[in-house]
């Protein structure tokens, strides 16, 4: 197996050959049987990147509107962080559900939010492992079989991907994350399940807080109707595809609506609860966030330099995050989910020197400074701005690649003032 | 390590990753300490082919002349014979020695004839049970480093080389012999080892006699004078190679001449003899062949049609000897020695419907059946004689490669009739 994901690597799988690894990916396990649902059944799949917190929105607001969200997650590995371990900062959280938990409770009120089993897709797990050992991991047709067995194996009606391009994505070139896209989009037709995938920015961090419990706060604060506009933006693109794909909604722009509503309505926070307290969480979490883990040391990072933001450099954030003791390196290191970064300067942001552009959260003194070390790393302070990535560019279905056109809301949308977390 | 292979095989190795291979497989194990030996310490090694008897005739011939041979040598496998698989045809013949047997031989007389053995490289044992898994045997880095391994522990003096070509060569092509033969000249010279590579034909079956026992009995004829003409002209153009890098010559013309006598004089098979029954085998052999095993069956294969015999192919002799059971396609199948062919036509040969070709040696009638399809196959009869290789046709050393032009014996030399094996 260590030679065929070489051989994988370095030469290529074809179409079907990357279906053939699939399926028997698939066939290694068990699968999640849904059929008896009548509601269409959606998940989100994201390539990773630093204050991705899609997931812990979108997953109760898209169910909170009829649609069965199985979704299943990972943990975080290298520079990006994972939803796993966001969830596990509320105190109590379980994702090692069983497929018969998880049923049950996707049954009961139509989301579940787990990680890998050993019932699906164990060869997925033992090739990860595999593709680890043998630096194989970054290969296209692989991560494509490894995505879609697990995803394919969970009984789904339809699948959006978020696919981030820029300097802190997976693969930061679009031509790769398109190429990326289109073969999952034709391994999901191949098993009859509607993939779309739209291409979000990753060249700065999505958001303002990155780490573990800080973004499970800032995702909180998005549910009641106050999170930051990138953060709705990309959340309410993709959570549209997901009510047109289950049939909730004729088209993206009701998708929307439905979206505010259940926001405003408070029934997307109230899923969010539900879901944690089924999981054996602490459902107070989402009244009052300051019940998360807290850091013992604050500290404001502030511009060495007066300038203009030109990056806001996703690695270097998600480095500082490792070095803080939020972040993995290894799979079996252990996560501490109190400590991060709030980001409050924005690339294209005008800064006079000792303005703060963020807040560090770490356990000690050295976490401190190992964080001001990073983001003297992420920020980068120039005489002009760079124009940033769009937050979302580009859809891609089976009928091919079009430039995203944002309704007029992404384009105009005037967000409530968000509420920075801490 | 599977990884690695793969990756080598498809992407190749550097020069300087080639050498660091080598010498971390050299340190795997020990080495043969012969540093107190003042004589030159001379192997040679041959890429494989069919009815390759010549290190059988080569080390004691070499050996009788003063030079110290410590001939390490590997298993038939595929369609190619192994040294090791004849010299066992032998009875009671041991190859599995100790370094310090082999040491303790090579003190008292100069030559052991030996398989590699758990001391040395015992990591090429591992990489090649690894490359044999998952594909990976054929790539010339690989081949390079995993002989180098071995014959740079043998604590030599020099090394001669015998890169086959043509159609019954592991690698047919000149052009993939000529590079494996550079890098190992390269390996050679940066252990302080150097390496001459003639290139030898492989486009037919060398000698006369193919499968195990029989080729220990052309052996023997060969060490008194009576070997095939292509057999002899091979063994002394190697011979006088390694004579000349041990300073036993002056030049290759005086090691032909030492040859002779050495052969004449009756001194190269004496010297075959005292290995035989140093290593537990039976040195009647070499006065009484007839004590080597004997095929139950025997037949004739005659001519099918009239015309020129335009190819015999090594490949198609290869395989019928494994279909007779005296080869190899696992590593762990047994041999049967004493089955095989002589083939008594040769490229070029003029023949009449009926007209015997070779002889069938079998262990019964479906072995003969068996043989004849393969005859039928390696025996092409046209209207037009095609031009076989040139016996011996480069020579390569470390200033380059070079047309080998072959000392007027080696074109004109009148060898006595020979002796056809039974």
């Not at 962080?81 to 596990?88: A, F, M, N, S, V």
């Not at 739209?198 to 800080?214: E, F, K, Q, V, Y």
């Not at 203009?308 to 290191?333: F, K, N, Q, S, W």
Request: charged share 25%; proline share 6%; hydrophobic share 45%.
């Amino acid at each position: 197996m260590a030679a065929f994901l070489m051989a994988a690597f370095i030469r290529g799988l074809d179409r079907d050959e990357v279906g053939a690894l699939t399926r028997t990916m698939i066939d290694s396990g068990r699968r999640l049987d849904l059929a008896h649902m009548t509601a269409g059944r959606i998940d989100k799949h994201s390539t990773g990147g630093v204050g991705d917190k899609v997931s812990l929105v979108l997953a109760p607001l898209v169910a909170s509107l009829g649609v069965v969200v199985p979704m299943m997650s990972g943990r975080g590995l290298g520079h990006t962080g994972g939803t796993l371990d966001k969830l596990e900062s509320i105190a109590g959280f379980q994702t090692k559900l069983s497929l018969d938990s998880a049923r049950r409770q996707l049954d009961e009120f139509g989301c579940a939010l787990i990680g890998q089993s050993e019932e699906i897709a164990p060869m997925d797990r033992r090739m990860y492992a595999l593709r680890d050992a043998t630096c194989t991991v970054e290969s296209i047709p692989l991560i494509a079989a490894s995505i879609m067995s697990k995803k394919l194996a969970e009984g789904l009606t339809g699948l959006v991907l978020d696919i981030k391009r820029g300097s802190g994505a997976f693969l930061p070139e679009l031509e790769r994350g398109l190429e990326l896209a289109k073969l999952m989009i034709d391994l999901g037709a191949e098993h009859g399940c509607p993939v779309v995938a739209l291409i979000t920015a990753m060249d700065r961090p999505l958001g303002r807080a990155c780490g573990n419990a800080l973004e499970v706060e800032e995702a909180i604060h998005a549910l009641r109707g106050e999170g930051p506009p990138d953060l709705m933006q990309v959340t309410y693109a993709l959570g549209a595809e997901m009510l047109v794909l289950a049939g909730a909604a004729p088209n993206t722009d009701t998708a929307r609506r439905k979206m505010e509503v259940a926001i405003s309505s408070g029934r997307a926070a109230e899923m969010f609860q539900r879901i944690i307290a089924a999981q054996g969480g602490d459902p107070a979490v989402v009244e009052d966030p300051s019940r998360l883990p807290q850091a013992r040391e604050v500290e404001i990072f502030s511009a060495p330099r007066a300038g203009v933001i030109a990056r806001v450099e996703p690695r270097a954030v998600g480095r500082g995050i490792i070095a803080l003791g939020g972040g993995r390196t290894r799979m079996e290191d252990r996560v501490d989910p109190s400590v991060g970064f709030v980001i409050r300067a924005r690339p294209g942001d005008v800064v006079r020197v000792g303005e703060p552009l963020a807040t560090i959260f770490a356990r000690d003194e050295a976490g401190i400074a190992a964080g001001m070390a990073s983001l003297a790393e992420a920020f980068v302070i120039s005489e002009e701005a760079e124009p940033p990535l769009p937050l979302v560019s580009h859809r891609v279905t089976r009928t091919g690649v079009e430039p995203y056109e944002a309704e007029p809301w992404v384009r105009t949308a005037e967000f409530p003032v968000f509420v920075e977390p801490r």
